[in-house]
């Protein structure tokens, strides 16, 4: 089993920036594609970023282009997600999760793996 955990998630004002991170409890398989998801009270889980293990391929959802990036640390298997010129509309609890695929999706049902979250509140 794999365990996810997050971290860096706090109350900033618009305009600043938060570095989340993810830890694996196991290495995580160079094949897997790990993402980040997030979810405001009252509305569906949404895509934020994903990237797969072994290689640079990125996706990033519309809202974030250009103020988010993620990254990983295969060495300690750490995936990380760099928010800048953050929003109120960011505001959510932000999720780590894992695919057994090598394919990025930007669809929850394709991972298998979630953390517990870890919440981001940006005030205007």
């Known amino acids: 089993q794999v365990q996810l955990v997050e971290s860096g998630g706090g109350l900033v004002q618009a305009g600043g920036s938060l570095r989340l991170s993810c830890a694996a409890s196991?290495?995580?398989?160079?094949?897997?594609?790990m993402a980040w998801f997030r979810q405001a009270p009252g509305k569906e889980r949404e895509f934020v970023a994903a990237?797969?293990?072994?290689?640079?391929?990125?996706k990033y959802a519309d809202s974030v282009k250009g103020r988010f990036t993620i990254s990983r640390d295969n060495a300690n298997d750490t995936v990380y997600l760099q928010m800048n010129s953050l929003k109120p509309e960011d505001t959510a609890v932000y999720y780590c999760?894992?695919?057994?695929?090598?394919?990025?999706?930007?669809?929850?049902?394709?991972?298998?793996?979630w953390g517990q979250g870890t919440q981001v509140t940006v005030s205007s």
């Open positions: 990237c797969k293990w072994s290689s640079i391929t990125t």
């Open positions: 196991r290495r995580i398989l160079s094949t897997n594609a």
């Open positions: 999760a894992a695919s057994p695929s090598g394919t990025i999706y930007d669809t929850p049902r394709y991972y298998n793996y």
